[in-house]
């Protein structure tokens, strides 16, 4: 058993009912089902618990620590309503999805967010209305769209750009990897927490763009135009195709402005996170900064 307040109990077995379920966690269906995914890691599990996220359980091993305050951060997720579970070196093991754990594991609920929800972007003020706390409307919006994202650790460095770029909001079309999954935490540090997200079909991105006035930017190594010699300024948003095919012939066909980004070498195409992060800090230098 497991428990939540000042006594802890403490999971010895491989093959207790919690351990399992952890470990199904790890893939994409038994998620789904459950509506809940796996936040590992001290600065991932604070991110959550900064951003209100009803933890709805937190499973620790003392002996994997390395010293963050951990106690204080198991405390504060218990007081927010999630059971705790001491578990041995050997079971956290089995459960934890890095190489070298840090002994802290939680379990979160999964949300869905609508592009309605970002609706506010254009309208009243909002906490998301990039580098201005206050809410402050004249700032233009600033999204990164990425379509058909296939590896995880990719969508999670994508996601820990765009907050530090200072994004609105990221919208991932026709998803190829799970975004509740374990490398996409792990790679975004937790940024999926805090940068609104929403998934969705292109046809019905493009179309809300277009209804919302927001100018969309795609990178293709076909395009004429170099993505710095294009205005960036403005409600803008950034679009990016998958690893391996990149853009789809729906985007390049129906995006307002198509950019490539210079090669000098044999690589026809830069790794889609790196990619990433050049066109955004481009935007990001053009907007008068990050944040």
């Known amino acids: 058993m497991c428990s939540v307040g000042?006594?802890?109990?403490?999971?010895?077995?491989?093959?207790?009912?919690?351990?399992?379920?952890?470990v199904k966690l790890r893939d994409r269906r038994p998620r789904d089902e459950a509506g809940v995914f796996l936040v590992e890691g001290y600065r991932e599990i604070r991110r959550a618990l900064e951003k209100g996220v009803a933890l709805e359980e937190i499973y620790f091993s003392p002996e994997w620590f390395l010293g963050e305050n951990e106690p204080a951060l198991i405390a504060q997720a218990q007081a927010a309503g999630a059971t705790a579970?001491?578990?041995?070196k050997d079971v956290?093991?089995?459960?934890?999805?890095?190489?070298?754990?840090?002994?802290?594991?939680?379990?979160?609920?999964?949300?869905r967010r609508a592009l309605g929800d970002l609706d506010h972007l254009f309208g009243t003020g909002s906490d998301w209305v990039a580098g201005d706390p206050t809410g402050n409307t004249a700032k233009a919006p600033f999204l990164l769209v990425v379509?058909?994202?296939?590896?995880?650790?990719?969508?999670?460095t994508i996601l820990r750009s765009a907050d530090a770029a200072g994004c609105d909001a990221v919208i991932v079309c026709d998803?190829?990897?799970?975004?509740?999954n374990p490398?996409?935490?792990?790679?975004?540090?937790?940024v999926l927490f805090s940068v609104p997200l929403v998934v969705e079909e292109s046809t019905r991105v493009h179309a809300w763009l277009r209804e919302k006035g927001v100018r969309s930017v795609a990178?293709?190594?076909?395009?004429?135009?170099?993505?710095?010699?294009?205005?960036l300024r403005g409600p803008l948003a950034v679009v990016m195709g998958s690893?391996?095919?990149?853009?789809?012939?729906f985007w390049l066909e129906n995006c307002d402005t198509p950019v490539r980004i210079p090669m000098a070498g044999q690589a026809d195409s830069l790794n889609v996170a790196m990619a990433t992060i050049i066109t955004l800090f481009e935007a990001v230098r053009q907007r008068g900064g990050a944040g």
């Open 183 to 190: 490398n996409v935490v792990r790679a975004s540090t937790g």
């Open 92 to 111: 956290f093991a089995k459960v934890a999805y890095r190489e070298r754990p840090d002994g802290l594991l939680a379990v979160a609920p999964q949300w």
């Open 175 to 180: 998803p190829v990897t799970d975004i509740f």
């Open 6 to 22: 000042p006594t802890i109990e403490k999971i010895t077995s491989l093959q207790n009912p919690r351990v399992k379920q952890l």
């Open 219 to 231: 990178t293709t190594p076909a395009a004429e135009k170099i993505y710095s010699d294009v205005d």
């Open 243 to 249: 690893e391996q095919y990149g853009l789809s012939k």
């Open 147 to 156: 379509e058909a994202i296939e590896k995880p650790g990719n969508l999670g």
């Open 85 to 88: 579970c001491e578990l041995t």
